[in-house]
T-cell receptor, first 114, second 113 residues
Framework: DTEVTQTPKHLVMGMTNKKSLKCEQHMGHRAMYWYKQKAKKPPELMFVYSYEKLSINESVPSRFSPECPNSSLLNLHLHALQPEDSALYLC?????????????FGPGTRLTVL | SQQGEEDPQALSIQEGENATMNCSYKTSINNLQWYRQNSGRGLVHLILIRSNEREKHSGRLRVTLDTSKKSSSLLITASRAADTASYFCATDPTTDSWGKLQFGAGTQVVVTP
């Protein structure tokens, strides 16, 4: 299995809702990433997990809360989001941990905040 | 933060033609990678070139790297309609934390039949 899966594909939520995005990989990769991507822009790194521990947080607002329950699974919990948080959220993984090589991306979750 | 600048921002060509896009970056790197993204989808890794390599091929793709000029180019030969996508370069800076790829702004390529 050489893919990264993300669920759901689309999510519409109100500003008071709590929702979660899920990412899964079964390639034995030890690094996992969350990116945010706005239309016609490059991906922006949000979080990096290495060996299930949060190693990088790019000063992301606390309304985004990542979680890595095990080496195959990565969640992003969303609470009290703003309309400007609407974007494509991408998960990626890489073999890790010694330096950055190829990253494998999931198809993304298209999030709309009303 | 964004390290790479890509040129051109957009490129429109016909099937069979070659497409060339360039990427410039600012700091020393361990490697440079190229990714493709079809509209609204995830990124697909195309090729990785290390700082001690000058040229690399993969199928119809040819990547060059000039570390003295801090620049790279991606050539797609004999383009097809299926090559229509956004192409991003991404660098792994030597000076930055592990795990932080720096993406360029991207080149939107449209290949018309």
């Amino acid at each position: 299995d050489t893919e990264v899966t993300q669920t759901p594909k689309h999510l519409v939520m109100g500003m008071t809702n709590k929702k979660s995005l899920k990412c899964e990989q079964h390639m034995g990769h030890r690094a996992m990433y969350w990116y945010k991507q706005k239309a016609k822009k490059p991906p922006e790194l949000m979080f990096v997990y290495s060996y299930e521990k949060l190693s990088i947080n790019e000063s992301v607002p606390s309304r985004f809360s990542p979680e890595c329950p095990n080496s195959s699974l990565l969640n992003l919990h969303l609470h009290a989001l703003q309309p400007e948080d609407s974007a494509l959220y991408l998960c990626a993984s890489s073999p890790g941990p010694m330096g950055v090589g190829e990253q494998f991306f999931g198809p993304g979750t298209r999030l709309t905040v009303l | 933060s964004q390290q790479g600048e890509e040129d051109p921002q957009a490129l429109s060509i016909q099937e069979g033609e070659n497409a060339t896009m360039n990427c410039s970056y600012k700091t020393s790197i361990n490697n440079l990678q190229w990714y493709r993204q079809n509209s609204g989808r995830g990124l697909v890794h195309l090729i990785l070139i290390r700082s001690n390599e000058r040229e690399k091929h993969s199928g119809r793709l040819r990547v060059t790297l000039d570390t003295s000029k801090k620049s790279s180019s991606l050539l797609i030969t004999a383009s097809r309609a299926a090559d229509t996508a956004s192409y991003f370069c991404a660098t792994d800076p030597t000076t930055d934390s592990w795990g932080k790829l720096q993406f360029g702004a991207g080149t939107q390529v449209v290949v018309t039949p």
